[in-house]
Nanobody, 119 residues
Framework: QVQLVESGGGLVQAGGSLRLSCAAS????????MAWFRQAPGKEREFVAT?????DYADSVKGRFTISRDNAKNTVYLQMNSLKPEDTSVYYC???????????????WGQGTQVTVSS
């Protein structure tokens, strides 16, 4: 069992930056692929980025967002730069056995953290 707790969301102006954190419980954190998804009101959950031994990004965030992990701290991060109003969403952290862009590939989810980007 893995529990995930996100933090770091908030309100930021367009062009600004935020760093999200996701703290995981459990001793086998390093064995999991970790990912960030986001979901805006009325929309489906959308892949943002994932990391195992390598990384993958959605085209919409490539070059602006960076996913990283610190296995010693059981934490995964999402550094978000050059934020746009369309990045406004609830951001979710997820853990799974395999790196994937599909939400159903992940077994564990956090509660989400709101990111709002004003224009």
């Amino acid at each position: 069992q893995v529990q995930l707790v996100e933090s770091g969301g908030g309100l930021v102006q367009a062009g600004g930056s935020l760093r999200l954190s996701c703290a995981a419980s459990g001793r086998t954190f390093s064995n999991y692929a970790m990912a960030w998804f986001r979901q805006a009101p009325g929309k489906e959950r959308e892949f943002v980025a994932t990391i195992s031994w390598s990384t993958d990004y959605a085209d919409s965030v490539k070059g602006r967002f960076t996913i990283s992990r610190d296995n010693a701290k059981n934490t995964v991060y999402l550094q978000m730069n050059s934020l746009k109003p369309e990045d406004t969403s609830v951001y979710y952290c997820a853990a799974g056995q395999l790196r994937s862009r599909r939400p159903y590939a992940y077994d564990y989810w956090g509660q989400g953290t709101q990111v709002t980007v004003s224009s």
